[in-house]
């Protein structure tokens, strides 16, 4: 098959490559378009609402003119001892007719932490005005849980108490989504960005038929030239990491569990009471973070560690950090076996959201490629950057929420995961594993954002000065 056969077909390729992902986003994201975020915010901490036991109910109202409530967070507390029986949690509508009901043993109740009640319920058609009842069953005073009121709660209406013992309002916030008007404008993004795409098809396919070239042709034969190279490059890397082990590739599978295992022992008594699933909040994040480390870091040395290469074949330099950034994208796919089967042992459900990991796995890689192939650059130019990477990739880790929860930060440091693009990458995954739907469109933008102008950035430097690296390598 000929060079300029290979070309036209890689061009087919990639517009049906875009029709798909252009079809699944429909198929499973598109309800993330018409909906946006809905918050209802409680203020400070007033008291205690006292013992809620066998026989007494509070009743909280509240207005929520949202189209879908997520989950309801409130602060239990203990009395610091070990409770009998269990609370039963009741939302209801106006009319008393009940939507959500769960019963929550009172031992697995903490003491002054946040209690999340994932509702996951369209209310639509139950109006704005709501009723939470929480009852207790099977405890009597002294052996009964308690729960926080809140200083100012008018957004709510009012609280009840079958037995008179309080008043004010329980400390309730409510997350859920409403109606969103960007509808149109993220379809004419859609469209526009297709129209660029066959645009730059035909451009390229006319270029082809008159003999000329341009960047996307060059890559798409630079692919069918060098595949087989790369091929070979990406399993040398991925078999050289696990050379003369006895477990192998095994490791694949058990270093995200045994490191899970580990910080699930150290953080889980600190954070975990906040934080719903926290072996898959922390094991989603650790695989995500682990492969962005790795893949950087092994990019960083791609040049330097192909010295004998680079000196006596011509091929493109770009080769070395896209096999080193690639062979760490196995180990990831590898990783995320284990995930999946925590996620199934912990009860969360498998959906349809599951078909948009391979866009959040897609702008990962194009984002570690690009941060790779600037510090590859760097590496050969300045030796230390390997040494001021493993104290940055450190900051990175601590200011990133892996094992604790992005609650705890303070507004005032808030900018920090603005600016941080694995913070984006890490709500993504766990907005799909833990919610159980497709993240916000605000979500795949930034992650769009983040991998393509990191990728322009590296690529853009690192064909710069890739003409003199024979000369310092």
Same mark, same amino acid.
């Given at each position: 098959?000929?060079?300029?056969?290979?070309?036209?077909?890689?061009?087919?390729?990639?517009?049906?490559?875009?029709?798909?992902?252009?079809?699944?986003?429909?198929?499973?994201?598109?309800?993330?378009?018409?909906?946006?975020?809905?918050?209802?915010?409680?203020?400070?901490?007033?008291?205690?609402? $006292?013992? /809620?036991?066998?026989?007494?109910?509070?009743?909280?109202?509240?207005?929520?003119?949202?189209?879908?409530?997520?989950?309801?967070?409130?602060? @239990?507390?203990?009395?610091?001892?070990?409770?009998?029986?269990?609370?039963?949690?009741?939302?209801?509508?106006?009319?008393?007719?009940?939507?959500?009901?769960?019963?929550?043993? #009172?031992?697995?109740?903490?003491?002054?932490?946040?209690?999340?009640?994932?509702?996951?319920?369209?209310? +639509?058609?139950?109006?704005?005005?709501?009723?939470?009842?929480?009852?207790?069953?099977?405890?009597?005073?002294?052996?009964?849980?308690?729960?926080?009121?809140?200083?100012?709660?008018?957004?709510?209406?009012?609280?009840?108490?079958?037995?008179?013992?309080?008043?004010?309002?329980?400390?309730?916030?409510?997350?859920?989504?409403?109606?969103?008007?960007?509808?149109?404008?993220?379809?004419?993004?859609?469209?526009?960005?297709?129209?660029?795409?066959?645009?730059?098809?035909?451009? +390229?396919?006319?270029?082809?038929?008159?003999?000329?070239?341009?960047?996307?042709?060059?890559?798409?034969?630079?692919?069918?030239?060098?595949?087989?190279?790369?091929?070979?490059?990406?399993?040398?890397?991925?078999?050289?990491?696990?050379?003369? +082990?006895?477990?192998?590739?095994?490791?694949?599978?058990?270093?995200?569990?045994?490191?899970?295992?580990?910080?699930?022992?150290?953080? @889980?008594?600190?954070?975990?009471?906040?934080?719903?699933?926290?072996?898959? &909040?922390?094991?989603?994040? +650790?695989?995500?973070?682990?492969?962005?480390?790795?893949?950087? $870091?092994?990019?960083?040395?791609?040049?330097?560690?192909?010295?004998?290469?680079?000196?006596?074949?011509?091929?493109?330099?770009?080769?070395?950090?896209? @096999?080193?950034?690639?062979? @760490?994208?196995?180990?990831?796919?590898?990783?995320?076996?284990?995930?999946?089967?925590?996620?199934?042992?912990?009860?969360?459900?498998?959906?349809?959201?599951?078909?948009?990991?391979?866009?959040?796995?897609?702008?990962?890689?194009?984002?570690?490629?690009?941060? $790779?192939?600037?510090?590859?650059?760097?590496?050969?130019?300045?030796?230390?950057?390997?040494?001021?990477?493993?104290?940055?990739?450190?900051?990175?880790?601590? #200011?990133?929420?892996?094992?604790?929860?992005?609650?705890?930060?303070?507004?005032?440091?808030?900018?920090?995961?603005?600016?941080?693009?694995?913070?984006?990458?890490?709500?993504?995954?766990?907005?799909?594993?833990?919610?159980?739907?497709?993240?916000?469109? &605000?979500?795949?933008?930034?992650?769009?954002?983040?991998?393509? /102008?990191?990728?322009?950035?590296?690529?853009?430097?690192?064909?710069?000065?890739?003409?003199?690296?024979?000369?310092?390598?």
């Amino acid at each position: 098959m000929s060079q300029k056969v290979l070309t036209y077909k890689n061009l087919a390729m990639v517009i049906v490559c875009y029709m798909i992902l252009l079809a699944t986003f429909f198929f499973v994201a598109a309800p993330q378009i018409k909906y946006s975020p809905k918050v209802a915010e409680g203020f400070g901490i007033s008291g205690v609402v $006292g013992e /809620v036991y066998e026989g007494r109910t509070i009743r909280q109202k509240f207005v929520f003119d949202g189209t879908y409530i997520q989950n309801i967070t409130l602060m @239990s507390g203990t009395y610091n001892r070990q409770n009998e029986g269990s609370e039963i949690f009741t939302l209801k509508n106006s009319t008393g007719e009940i939507i959500w009901e769960k019963e929550i043993p #009172a031992k697995e109740l903490k003491n002054d932490v946040v209690l999340n009640l994932m509702i996951k319920k369209d209310i +639509s058609q139950y109006g704005s005005d709501f009723l939470l009842e929480i009852t207790g069953k099977g405890n009597q005073p002294l052996t009964a849980p308690t729960f926080y009121k809140g200083e100012n709660q008018a957004v709510y209406g009012t609280m009840e108490d079958n037995k008179a013992l309080t008043d004010g309002n329980l400390y309730i916030n409510i997350y859920g989504r409403t109606k969103s008007y960007n509808q149109a404008f993220f379809s004419v993004m859609i469209i526009l960005t297709l129209a660029a795409i066959v645009i730059i098809w035909l451009s +390229s396919m006319r270029k082809l038929r008159q003999g000329g070239d341009n960047l996307l042709i060059h890559l798409l034969n630079d692919y069918g030239r060098y595949k087989f190279l790369v091929k070979q490059l990406v399993l040398r890397d991925f078999k050289t990491k696990y050379k003369r +082990s006895a477990l192998g590739i095994l490791w694949s599978f058990l270093n995200p569990i045994l490191t899970m295992t580990v910080q699930y022992i150290v953080f @889980s008594t600190i954070f975990r009471s906040g934080i719903e699933n926290f072996p898959v &909040y922390l094991l989603s994040a +650790s695989i995500l973070f682990n492969f962005f480390n790795e893949s950087v $870091g092994n990019g960083l040395g791609s040049i330097t560690g192909n010295v004998s290469l680079i000196t006596k074949v011509a091929i493109p330099k770009y080769i070395y950090p896209v @096999s080193r950034v690639f062979s @760490s994208a196995i180990n990831l796919l590898l990783s995320s076996i284990p995930l999946l089967i925590v996620v199934l042992i912990t009860g969360e459900n498998i959906n349809m959201a599951y078909l948009c990991i391979p866009f959040l796995y897609g702008t990962l890689l194009m984002f570690c490629l690009g941060f $790779g192939m600037l510090l590859a650059t760097s590496m050969v130019y300045f030796r230390d950057t390997q040494f001021l990477w493993g104290i940055v990739s450190l900051l990175w880790m601590y #200011a990133t929420p892996i094992f604790y929860p992005e609650t705890i930060i303070p507004n005032r440091f808030r900018f920090i995961l603005r600016c941080n693009p694995m913070y984006y990458y890490l709500k993504f995954f766990r907005t799909i594993l833990m919610d159980e739907m497709a993240p916000d469109m &605000y979500l795949f933008v930034m992650c769009t954002i983040w991998a393509v /102008v990191m990728l322009a950035v590296g690529a853009l430097v690192f064909d710069k000065y890739q003409k003199k690296f024979t000369l310092y390598v």
